[in-house]
């Protein structure tokens, strides 16, 4: 633990850019586009599965307005992956930015620009397509039956395990004779549970606009959260040299992993090329639902043994994940059902994760905050809920006496990583103890758990109709990806003693420009507003990988506390030059550098000021770097208690509570915020959320009218308290906290029904 009292760091300051968001300030993508620029729309199939036999285009080309109308004959056939990763990506390149085969209702067939939305539509209508019509896959249980048809079926694809199985992805990974231990445990279970398929519903739909600057280069804005990784591969499927791409990220209306990938922005790009013109596509709330990502839908079945006291000797995960028409995120979100679950239970003598990851002829399923890991937890935590029930103990008590303490490892860190290898890490900061004191406290889990036991035969319940219930359950996630993950950040200081900070980092709305900015101003001991940040822009800001694997405020933020480092040490250097004394006699308060005597001080804006005019001239200023050595580990508990409507099964949260380890929260109030808004988005999936589709592939209820989302008359009471911990790897001990909040409140649902039905 650190005794060190901070100044802006742990304190709750208002966001950086909350100025502009109340005035309505013209900050997203969209605002911003040129008004001359192209229209682009999208011609979309009708047909699960078909290939294109042929196209015409004549008449859309010939129509007034009309600038570009694009097919697969006019681009070149190169494969690739949308995935926004690490690079060399883990997913298999698949993909064609037009293509000659469709694989889902609503894939690309054509692309058209033009100077106005009318005439766009008007010539989408005029183009004539010409299908031969595939058998479709459409359940992803039967999509490696033997004779099932075969989804991609091109030969250039690259990393794809068994196309002709449909098997887009696997992985195995197993410790200790795990049926052998299962066999002969005292306790045997078996379960499997399904996850949906859900989207993620953030406010601003995919945006993009692109034009050639004043030297030619292409620029590309969009609403992305991986800036340096969309310039990359755009320069791969337009085979154009990086250095001749610019990409900048605006202000994101959220994101939630589904703008980790180059969705919109190529096609953008492909206008511009071939008109010289700028260009925008916006997609529709349609589009957005089905062209971009889903959460993966799962069936993960799990298999214990243990002993009757509750001790798990073996655990046995299969995850069967159906990734789609693509197989864009496909091994990395599987791997993380298994590795941001199985590590809590170190206890096990033998644990065992497989997963298969099959292609679908439905939309392509991506990131999704917590990335695997509620489909993980899902099945995991509801097995162990009914261990508890079978060996007569408070689920509470099972789960708590087989998870992990601090000072602990698992072997799974070392084996299991995301798409490859992890790295052995041994558990720093645990206050996964606190989480369950203090959430059994705010919950009155001891009275209501025995209290609602088996309502469904209660008094209670034949008078009213209605009985209640309460779950727990417990999580782990992850701070980035060990050993890939990188990040960097440059400052420069002013003549006025003020910052610029200019970081990779992309701010999907979660406060991370407000995060970094107060790391850097709590290192260089000024108020936050002394810090101008500037974020993801690929040619004016340094390298970041972008907003995914909860990374930002440990990775991001260990490469600002760097780059702070860096400067402080620069402004005590020429201090000491300055007040003629020895570094060693400095130190720095608000602004000020003191020495330790009392007898010598220089503002920050005096010294920047005579090294700019008069001192030794020269610019402070510097830039670092952080990557992971390990993927620290935030932990929640979190409690849940619901009614049930016997008469109409209608299920309604009453309160859920969440408590979490998180280390140093470098703002509290934003980080119980993505907390409080991961549960409720959980609750999503629980009650309402699942994209439905057609016998025939159609999507039946890709609109916010037919897709139902939670909102304020769903639930009841949500808190969210953080326990005090310090992670010592962290920016003055922070780890991370914007996934971990989505992991859990599905299956404390699930576990508040089994509470009050289970006999």
């Not at 990409?247 to 939630?256: E, L």
Request: net charge negative; with cysteine.
């Amino acid at each position: 633990m650190s005794d060190r009292q901070f100044k802006v760091v742990n304190q709750v300051e208002k966001k950086v850019d909350i100025n502009s968001l109340v005035r309505g300030k013209s900050v997203y993508t969209e605002d911003m586009a040129p008004e001359d620029a192209l229209v682009i729309k999208l011609l979309k199939s009708p047909h699960a599965h078909a290939r294109i036999k042929n196209i015409d285009t004549s008449k859309a080309k010939a129509l007034e307005g009309i600038e570009c109308v694009l097919t697969h004959k006019d681009v070149n056939q190169i494969s690739y992956t949308r995935a926004g990763q690490g690079y060399p990506e883990p997913s298999p390149y698949d993909t064609h930015l037009l293509g000659e085969k469709v694989r889902f209702v609503g894939d690309t067939v054509a692309l058209v620009a033009g100077k106005d939305l009318k005439s766009v539509k008007k010539a989408l209508k005029l183009i004539k397509v010409e299908y031969e019509v595939l058998e479709p896959v459409l359940d992803f249980e039967h999509a490696m039956d033997e004779g099932a048809p075969v989804i991609h079926d091109e030969d250039d694809t690259v990393n794809i395990y068994d196309a002709s199985k449909n098997l887009a992805q696997h992985y195995d990974m197993s410790i200790g004779d795990v049926d052998e231990i299962i066999e002969n445990s005292d306790i045997q279970i078996e379960r499997a549970y399904y996850y949906p398929k859900s989207q993620h519903v953030h406010l601003e739909n995919h945006t993009a606009f692109s034009y050639f600057d004043d030297k030619e280069r292409l620029v590309v804005v969009s609403s992305t959260q991986v800036p340096f990784h969309a310039r990359r591969i755009l320069s791969h499927i337009l085979e154009i040299p990086i250095r001749n791409i610019r990409v900048i990220k605006p202000r994101i209306g959220g994101g939630f992993g589904a703008k980790q990938g180059v969705i919109v922005e190529g096609y953008c790009a492909l206008v511009t090329l071939k008109t010289g013109k700028p260009a925008m596509l916006v997609y529709d709330r349609q589009e957005t639902f089905i062209n971009t990502y889903t959460r993966h839908d799962m069936r993960v079945t799990v298999r214990i043994g243990a002993d009757k006291e509750g001790k798990v000797k073996a655990i046995d995960m299969h995850a069967l994940s159906n990734t789609g028409a693509y197989g864009d995120h496909a091994l990395t979100v599987a791997m993380v059902c298994g590795s941001k679950t199985l590590p809590l239970y170190n206890k096990v003598e033998g644990v065992r994760f497989v997963s298969d990851i099959v292609y679908t002829n439905l939309p392509t399923a991506g990131a999704y905050r917590g990335y695997g890991a509620p489909q993980g937890v899902l099945a995991l935590d509801a097995v162990l809920d009914e261990l508890a029930y079978k060996v007569g103990k408070d689920p509470l008590t099972v789960k708590e006496m087989n998870t992990m303490k601090e000072g602990e490892t698992s072997p799974i860190f070392k084996i299991m990583g995301e798409g490859r290898e992890g790295v052995e890490q041994i558990v720093a900061s645990c206050k996964l103890d606190k989480c369950i004191e203090r959430g059994k406290e705010l919950s009155q889990w001891e009275g209501k758990f025995l209290k609602y036991k088996d309502a469904i035969h209660s008094e209670e319940a034949r008078k009213t109709g209605k009985i209640r219930g309460i779950g727990c359950a417990l999580a782990m996630q992850g701070s980035g990806i060990a050993k890939v993950d990188m990040s960097s950040a440059t400052m420069k200081m002013n003549d006025d003693g003020s910052f610029n900070l200019l970081v990779g980092a992309t701010d999907l709305g979660t406060g991370s420009d407000t995060v970094l900015s107060q790391i850097a101003a709590e290192e260089l001991g000024v108020p936050l507003d002394y810090i101008h940040i500037y974020s993801s822009d690929t040619d004016r800001t340094p390298f970041d990988v972008g907003a995914y694997a909860s990374s930002t405020t440990y990775v991001s933020g260990n490469a600002v506390l760097n780059t702070a480092k860096k400067v402080k040490k620069q402004i005590l250097e020429n201090a000491a030059k300055l007040l003629e004394c020895d570094e060693a006699e400095l130190y720095i308060e608000n602004g000020t550098v003191k020495n330790k005597t009392g007898d010598k001080s220089v503002t920050y804006e005096d010294l920047c000021t005579q090294l700019f005019y008069t001192f030794d001239q020269m610019q402070i200023g510097a830039t670092g770097s952080f990557v992971g050595d390990e993927s620290p580990i935030p932990f929640m508990a979190t409690f849940q208690e619901i009614e049930i409507d016997l008469e109409t099964g209608k299920i309604t949260p009453i309160e859920i509570v969440s408590v979490v380890d998180c280390g140093t929260a470098i703002n509290p109030a934003l980080a119980k915020g993505q907390v409080e808004g991961a549960s409720l988005q959980a609750l999503g999936a629980s009650l309402y959320e699942e994209l439905t589709f057609s016998k025939k592939g159609t999507p039946t209820n890709a609109s916010l009218f037919g897709y139902k989302i939670p909102d304020r008359s769903s639930y009841g009471k949500v808190t969210a308290e953080l326990v005090d911990s310090y992670e010592p790897s962290g920016p003055f001990g922070a780890k991370s906290v914007s996934e971990i909040g989505i992991d859990t409140p599905t299956v404390t649902l699930l576990n508040a029904i089994y509470n009050a039905t289970s006999h």
